[in-house]
């Protein structure tokens, strides 16, 4: 089904990115004394975009279906960032004025991850909170490492590297887990189903891909939602050893066939089970 894309609630960001693009073409063609260009043509777009933004205020606009939101919360966030664009911007002249550091290259950066600022207040959905989030980031560690010539900034850049990349890989991880018990990246229904207090949890394949450690931590998550909120859970999973450890009563199925119901002491000694999961 297509669903159509509300261009309003989106024109700051549109503008700041086709001002993203106009920069890197300038950078790429001009002559090196005409690459200062940058600087005017990148406040100009930050400036469009603020003043797209605050043409939003009092309107609430949902788009992408429903992973994009802007309401009174976001214009205000939109607007703090854009004002604090346009003072970067001011203080960096200074910066190019006293060394010509790559100017096209920094205010490319520089506004890529503005640009991820702008779609973060407005996120709705973990995918597109976490593509936001990449966009601020990514750029901030060429930018930390900018001065090529300079060891102190190689070596800010690849700390700040390495610290980014072990962060998003925890953030992805929990990200998974919620999508996993929730089955949904919506924040608005993430929200009602961890609030809404079921009676049945249903798992379909929640330990697919793990290794040995992350499969144990998965079953120790569900030990404990089942001690402490009394959850019945419904778990499909093909991974046996984990199926027995945690479960109070196995159902196996073979081709849409039931083959084996019971404790699990009883279905792991049942020979049709031995046969078709745990290898004989």
């Known amino acids: 089904m297509n669903q159509s894309v509300d261009t309003t609630a989106i024109l700051p960001e549109m503008i ?16 090196p004394r005409r690459k200062w260009f940058a600087m005017p043509i990148a406040f100009i777009g930050v400036v469009a975009a603020l003043v797209a933004t ?22 205000l966030f939109k607007t703090f960032f854009l004002t604090v664009a346009l003072i970067v911007l001011m203080i960096s002249s200074r910066y190019f004025r006293e060394g010509r550091f790559y100017q096209g290259e920094f205010y490319f ?4 991850s ?8 407005s996120s709705r959905d973990l995918l597109m909170l976490f593509i936001s989030l990449e966009l601020v980031s990514a750029p901030g560690f060429l930018i930390a490492a900018f001065r090529k010539s300079d060891p102190r900034s190689n070596e800010a850049g690849i700390k700040f590297f390495l610290i980014g990349v072990l ?6 991880y929990g990200m998974s887990l919620i999508y996993g018990v929730t089955g949904t990246l919506n924040l608005v229904e993430i ?50 050893d984990v199926v027995m450890d945690i479960s109070d009563r196995v159902t196996v199925m073979s081709f849409g066939r039931r083959i084996a119901s019971g404790l699990p002491e009883q279905v792991r000694k049942d020979p049709e089970v031995i046969r078709s999961y745990l290898g004989a």
């Open 54 to 75: 605050l043409t939003l205020i009092g309107e609430t606009r949902v788009t992408f279906g429903g992973a994009y939101v802007v309401d009174d919360f976001a214009v």
């Open 114 to 121: 503005f640009l991820g600022c702008l779609m973060m207040p």
């Open 191 to 240: 929200g009602r189903a961890l609030a809404a207090e079921p009676r049945l949890l249903l798992l379909d394949e929640p330990v697919a891909g793990m290794n040995l450690e992350e499969k144990e931590d998965v079953a120790r998550y569900l030990l404990d939602i089942l001690e402490e909120i009394g959850l019945t859970i419904i778990l499909v999973e093909h991974e046996m």
């Open 167 to 172: 962060s998003t890989a925890v953030m992805l």
């Open 109 to 112: 950066l520089l506004l890529t």
């Open 16 to 31: 700041l990115g086709g001002t993203i693009v106009l920069v890197l073409i300038v950078d790429a063609f001009l002559s």
